[in-house]
């Protein structure tokens, strides 16, 4: 089924109830945007702050963009690695945002269990990354090397052991790390929608935003709600909205999803511990285990799109659908008779330094959160956590770490950004065609790090 993502079968567009489905004038929180960042910013204000009047708008329904369409992958990881991010802000501050994130995979379990959420398949199995060939074994290397400074968690695994978890072709080692959940994820953003309507507050869909500024929100069909505190979680749609054009580079991430598969492949396959699984090459794959047992895999490869342009034509390119067909029957020949049912796909948020932030204005009583470079699951519960507090002012430490206030540079203007960011993606394949021959680290791969400058 082409274009429509595997998470949203058997789902109505709309969940607005009667109740919810007029929208204020006013409220105390107007929050744009419902994905992950807008609800889990509600969930927290609702449940902590129940005095507070909470609005979330969406134009479309919950979880049209990246939240409903990812790969379902609940990670501590993010974009910026440790040691950038101790040059940025000082070893103390990375190790306590690295290790919030940890902590917030544990943090959604716990709210999954607790709430009684139903059909989001949450499961702990960690990440099993394989190393294909001897650059990919040497870059596995470093990372656990590097890891171990900053106490990520991840572990070597010799050949054999990685291929006990994920029996793929060609492994030449590989890494594993506890630190990662699998999800249903449009089934998580629903079930956020629900408890938050539950406790009075408002997720209107359908409602388009044309403009949020200090004090009020105006919407397309002429309605204006006025705000104590306005929060954009827009994430890559912020490219659509003219002052923030910049801000963030729309990219286009794809998916394609196998036929429920009986036990007798996964006997064969692995992933007995429902780890998600990616490999060390540049160009970025993603994969998990369903909980109906299907394979879910993904990769960046389509073209970025002049303007910042997003639109539903570029959820659809079959040549990256038929790539990625061919890549994970590569890596699990085991599929090579098995039925492919869907593909999708949707645009991430990429800021220029690869680096999401928090922000709060605290005079204009506006705040915003994103640029997750693909790793919002997790990241953003934390923002939602955190924008929750720095709307109510009961801070904890949340509120001191390293994401919190950083502003990255904007975007270079067209055409200059077209051709880096299309010139990236293209490296980054070439890197991996040159390690593939080679068997060492790709020369290209210093020409990527100098384009992609982060």
């Known amino acids: 089924m082409t274009g429509l993502p595997l998470w949203w079968e058997g789902l109505p567009e709309s969940h607005s109830p009667p109740e919810n489905s007029v ?190 500024s200090p004090g009020i929100v105006r919407l397309a069909d002429g309605r204006s709600m006025r705000a104590r505190h306005v929060i954009r979680a827009t994430e890559a749609y912020s490219a659509r909205l003219a ?77 990256v659908f038929t790539l990625l067909r061919r890549t994970i029957t590569d890596l699990l020949p085991q599929l090579a008779d098995v039925s492919f049912t869907h593909a999708w796909g949707g645009p991430l948020g990429i800021p220029r330094d690869w680096h999401p932030s928090v922000g709060y204005d605290p005079l204009a009583r506006v705040g915003w959160a994103g640029g997750y470079v693909g790793d919002g699951v997790a990241a953003s519960n934390l923002a939602g956590r955190t924008l929750a507090e720095l709307v109510s002012g009961r801070h904890t430490g949340l509120v001191d770490l390293a994401w919190v206030g950083h502003r990255s540079p904007d975007w270079e203007p067209e055409p200059l950004r077209w051709l880096g960011v299309n010139a990236g993606l293209r490296l980054a394949g070439l890197a991996d065609l040159e390690e593939s021959w080679t068997g060492r680290p790709a020369r290209l791969g210093r020409l990527l790090a100098a384009v992609t400058a982060h």
């Open 243 to 319: 002052r923030l054009r910049r801000r963030v580079a729309p990219v286009y991430s794809l998916i394609v999803a196998t036929e429920p598969l009986p036990q007798r492949v996964w006997d064969t396959i692995g992933l007995e511990q429902r780890e998600v699984f990616s490999d060390f090459r540049h160009v970025v794959i993603y994969g998990q285990r369903t909980a109906d047992d299907r394979i879910v895999f993904g990769g960046r490869g389509a073209p970025y799109h002049f303007g910042s342009a997003i639109h539903p034509s570029f959820d659809v390119d079959e040549r």
């Open 23 to 212: 929208c204020p004038d006013a409220a105390d929180v107007v929050i744009v945007g419902g994905g992950f960042t807008g609800l889990w910013t509600a969930y927290y204000l609702t449940r902590d702050h129940p005095s507070l009047s909470v609005v979330v708008l969406e134009a479309e329904h919950v979880g049209f963009g990246a939240s409903g369409r990812n790969g379902g992958w609940v990670s501590a990881l993010f974009p910026v690695d440790a040691t950038t991010l101790a040059a940025r802000h000082g070893a103390t501050a990375a190790r306590a945002l690295l290790g919030e994130l940890r902590h917030t995979v544990d943090e959604i379990g716990d709210v999954v269990a607790g709430e009684g959420f139903s059909g989001v398949g949450f499961v702990k199995g960690g990440t099993v990354y394989l190393a294909r060939n001897a650059a990919q074994a040497a870059r596995a290397r470093a990372a656990v090397d590097s890891g171990r400074a900053w106490a990520d968690g991840s572990v070597w695994l010799t050949a054999g052991e990685a291929r006990e978890r994920l029996a793929a072709t060609t492994v030449f080692g590989g890494t594993v790390n506890p630190h990662c959940a699998r999800i249903q994820p449009r089934a998580l953003v629903d079930a956020l929608a629900g408890v938050v309507r539950r406790r009075g507050g408002f997720v209107i869909e359908g409602a388009r935003v044309i403009s949020a």
